[in-house]
């Protein structure tokens, strides 16, 4: 499957460009009261869905094009979900087509930007898409999948990591594959079609023509919601047990907010305190289970526990709390040193308190012990964000 979830190294993905102005006229009865993105699939407005998988993958900023009943869909989503922040570019009155809702909206876009259509659910490696196609150099990228005429009518010919042929009207037997539903644009390529077209499927029919338009192989089948079949097929898929939908979805979708720069202290001192209490639990467990199950006598059992929890404490901090979408300041041997010495300290600090401070204060060891380990946590947590990971390093001459 190619969802990997929100991959946190790297610069951020480009802004996501969401198509969501379509009539939905094949929907019927379905889209009279209510825009096809805000149709009910599996417990939630569908464009709920996407956004989900959008924060999944680790997107931060979506412009959504929007056109019939658009005040809806603003009105319901708002300007922040799942951590993206969402802006709103309306069609004109006679509706743009969707290159020209794009070409509308260019000035909330940057540089460079993704294309994604708002009835579609695309289980693809986002980042993997957008890094691919900035190493390409090329104004454009279109993400195709092998169709051989399964899912709908093959439209496209990929070769040697170009599509060189794109025709939605006039298919030809050597298409084998179709536009999976997700591209990429520069501002320069949208200037590639004349002014009076407003269909975007010509304007990449034109970047294949001269070569410029990257293609990116998918893996997993789409699922979108243009017609009642397939908005009851996509329905089940996002409601069965083997895909992590729902309130799965969330979790994956709250988490990957939670690693966010956009996430700040609080996002910082969550993924914190997941940490410390999964290797207290793992500590725990691996000195339980040698001393009392494989015979392991204490003392050692301790020491192995203890070895562990240290281990995946520096590798959870370093890969979950911090990296934040940024360079570590520090080398590694550093960080370790640096981790290795406050760990200690922590360590040694907790014991002479709990040897000392109760006699001098009057109250229990275990009342010492937590006092101490509120300060020891605060400190470190301190500590650890400026002095650890992302301290300065010191400049040699």
Known sequence: MSERGANCTGAPLPPVCILAGGLGT???????????PLIEVAGAPFLEHQLRLLAFH????????????GELIEREIGASRHGIAIAYSYDSPGLDGTLGAIRRARGLLGGRFLVLYGDTYLRIDYRALAES???????????????????DVSNAVLRDGLVVRYDKANPTPEMRW???????????????????????????????????LMGFEA???????GSPAALAETDAFLQSPGYAGGAVSELRATIAHLRSPRSGLLGQLVRFGLVGGSVAVLYLSVTTVLSQVLGVPFQLALVVGFTCGLLMHFTLQRLFVWIH?????LALRHQVGRYLTMAAAQYGVT???TAELPGVLGISEEAVYVMTWAVVTVVGFLLMRFVIFHAEPVAHS
């Open 26 to 36: 094949r929907l019927g009865e379905h889209v009279r009261a209510l825009p096809k």
């Open 58 to 69: 680790g997107v931060e900023r979506v412009v959504l094009c929007v056109g019939y009943l």
């Open 133 to 151: 196609w900035t190493a390409s150099a090329l104004p454009a990228v279109m993400s195709v999948l092998r169709n051989e005429g399964r899912w």
């Open 178 to 212: 179709i536009d999976y539903g997700l591209g990429g644009l520069t501002q320069a390529a949208l200037d590639a079609a004349p002014e009076g077209e407003h269909d975007l499927s010509a304007l990449y029919r034109l970047l294949a023509q001269r070569g410029e």
């Open 219 to 225: 893996s997993e089948r789409f699922y979108e919601i």
């Open 325 to 329: 979408y940024q360079d570590f300041a």
């Open 351 to 353: 014991a002479l308190s």
